[in-house]
């Protein structure tokens, strides 16, 4: 379908349709460069090239569509809302963070200007009109993560339907206690919103899909150990970007499809880039779409990313819902200790994350990691110190790199990563 | 007693002796700039002047004293952290929040460049080996209520005996239910520091000393509604500065015996100011000894200071405990019921603070309102917003600063806070 079949459905949404023209073009042109210029991607990334195409345009018709058939459209920004729970009510997930500078402006009223990137960037496509995601959405579902976002979202709340879920700080037995009646909270709300009553055997589904979901992905993650690396760090970063907008099923196929074909290549000893290609792991802050920025200048510097230790990566992916409870209160339970168990830097302590930064890089065969932090985001920068002394004490190199969405320190980058990539080759 | 007297003492404690002699000579100089030099001063302030002329001496061999005695030190950092228990196992409780660049450098390898001023203090201060309130701490409590401090108190923990309680983010029932319970662990982590049981009898004693502190100091600020102001906000500022440190009891016969003082001038008509003084509410984020800049300079842009929306001012002293508990299980809810009701920038929502600034500069007569955010606290950052709002509606102008401990920006200060005295008069 062209752009033209589906301004209709743009107005409907009442988007700002000159400036949403004007976007589209420049993510199609930025898309081309730093996606379709590489040599040597797997068959499988047809499909993300597709979704990546629709992203404004098929995707929210299945939205609509969903929404004619009384569905409704659940927004989040944060890996710690369960899908689970959304699928169970029969309503659809999408993920909302935005990786584009839009309507900083506008934004820069309602946030200080010192806030992260991530939320000005959600906040300005709302107040620029800009995302037919957020348009679409009957709920949105924020979470206490971070100073930033629980402040941000007090004023976003003025513009969307806003569910708060406050998450713990710590991991004790009180703070797992908050967290499930948050968890009780939000499923309460959910079918309220959706007249739908969760039942075991809806929940069981939802945890068994996001689960498969989950499931393909450490497949992905895993393959990628293999040297030469079968995939570049971009196509594996826009998968897991687009884990979070598209439809469970059919991505979770896809990925399959593009894992059996990573392996095949793998055993004819085949990859993207020749097997002496500095390995690096990106570890930091979620990199939303269409935030490419670094990963490009990594790979345009000599460099291969052979994993995202972050929450558009595998802090999303690593661990699974327990599938063998049978009651609801169990089920719940399940999802409560899966949650508990991610390793954000919003929790103090917080080493578990530093255990696995190295066991990851060890895994891959990182030969350095990179850490990315975006700038204000403070749990990220506290944590870039401790990563960096985890790593020293591994023997594994790291760059600390603290940047936001701007294009004004590419060169800057790209000559410190270029010295990086030398260093540890 | 001299300094040189008082060497030993400092030597005892490990402090970097010639850097403390200079500190010393720098925060002198400073306090005679700043408040020596102030006209018609009240008598009772006498007793603040010999405080602060003995910060690092007297108080510093009284908390020895208390040791030698097997008494505990307990330093915290926040207004969440509860003094009753601590008065209640027979401890001391001191503030270390500091006000001061010191160490910074020091600081910096410790936590991000982009951390507040005041975090980067009290490291800094640790570090450099400058505070002999935080060399004195048998255990040093944090609570987790910013990110910037809730990371912080990671790395500051290799330095110190560290507890960190964790705060909740809401108010709701649950999150009262997690915050009852780090009560109750802070409870038993003193108990086990001391060897004292915390009886009723021993509580409802804290209880009681913590509220005749905060009633005297209620006194104070409920005094200063009167025009012209019996008191410069620098003096009350010093004033709710060193409650956080000053022996209560001993704290409070002070207070209360200055605010005699304050009422016989009222009855006189007298002030320390003309009637027509510029009043201005200063309303963010907390001042620690020495942070005076702002004060100093609002106070000498011809406007007085009528009172302090801060942790540091009226946060910490609005509400009290209700005495009327007598079994550990009630007082223990009385506490936490008491601690809930802080109008914080951590908790999200938090429209309590909007209607407690409006009301406060309504009863305080305030012309208007200036808003102090330290650089890098995205929690009042965000607030600074709203809070601008809601004066706005409720007719009062508000002038929203951002700064730090340095000195260069005081001339930028002194001409936006003499533009907006000149417009608010």
């Known amino acids: 379908m062209s752009n033209a079949a589906y301004k209709e459905m743009w107005e409907k949404l009442d988007l700002d349709i000159d400036a949403h023209d ?9 898309y081309g460069d730093i996606y379709m210029s590489q040599q040597g991607r797997l068959k499988g990334m047809e499909y993300l090239d597709f979704v990546l195409s629709e992203v404004h345009g098929l995707r929210v018709k299945e939205l609509q569509d969903a929404k004619a058939e009384g569905r409704k459209i659940i927004g989040t920004f944060c890996v710690f809302v369960p899908e689970e729970l959304t699928l169970a009510a029969n309503a659809v997930h999408v993920g909302l963070c935005a990786g584009a500078d839009a309507g900083t402006e506008q934004a820069e009223k309602l946030v200080p200007r010192n806030t992260c990137a991530l939320i000005k960037s959600f906040i300005g496509f709302k107040l620029a009109r800009l995302c037919p995601y957020t ?24 513009h ?27 499923k309460s709300e959910l079918e309220s919103l959706t007249g739908v009553t969760i039942t075991p055997d ?3 589904k939802g945890i068994k899909i996001v689960n498969d ?20 760090g971009r196509d594996a970063l826009l998968i897991n970007q687009v884990s979070f907008y598209d439809d469970p099923v059919r991505f979770t196929q896809s990925v399959n499809a593009l ?42 510097s000599g ?24 009651s609801l209160d169990a089920m719940i339970d399940a999802i409560v200790d899966r949650y508990m168990r991610i390793d954000c830097a919003c929790f103090t302590p917080n080493t578990e994350r530093l255990d696995n930064v190295v066991s990851m890089a060890k895994e891959l065969k990182a030969d350095g990691v990179v850490h990315y932090s ?27 790199i603290e940047t936001d969405y701007s294009m004004e320190d590419v060169e800057q980058l790209k000559t410190r990563i270029e010295a990086f990539v030398e260093m540890v080759k």
Chains 1, 2 share one sequence.
């Open 22 to 30: 004007g976007l589209l073009a420049v993510l199609g042109k930025f």
């Open 135 to 158: 348009e679409s959405c009957d709920m949105v579902v924020g979470e206490t993560t971070c100073d930033g976002k629980k402040k941000a979202y007090e004023a976003f709340a003025e």
């Open 202 to 204: 809806k929940l069981a």
């Open 259 to 300: 894992c059996d074909e990573m392996e095949a290549r793998i055993e004819r000893g085949e990859g993207v880039v020749p097997e002496k290609t500095a390995r690096l792991l990106l570890s930091g802050c979620p990199m939303a779409v269409p935030n490419w920025k670094l990963p490009y200048v990594m790979e345009s």
């Open 374 to 400: 975006l700038m204000f985001c403070q749990p990220y920068a506290h944590e870039a110190l401790k990563v960096d002394s985890a790593l020293r004490e591994a023997g594994i190199p790291m760059l600390s």
């Open 303 to 326: 460099a291969v990313i052979v994993g995202e230790e972050s929450c558009i990566g595998t802090r999303n992916t690593r661990d699974l819902v327990d599938e063998s409870a049978d």
């Open 213 to 232: 979901k989950r499931r393909a992905l450490q497949r992905l993650s895993a393959l990628r150990a293999a040297n030469p690396a079968p995939i570049s």
């Open 160 to 186: 969307v339907n806003m569910h708060v879920m406050e998450l713990p700080q710590t991991k004790s037995a009180s703070a797992r206690e908050l967290f499930r009646s948050e968890v009780l909270r939000f």
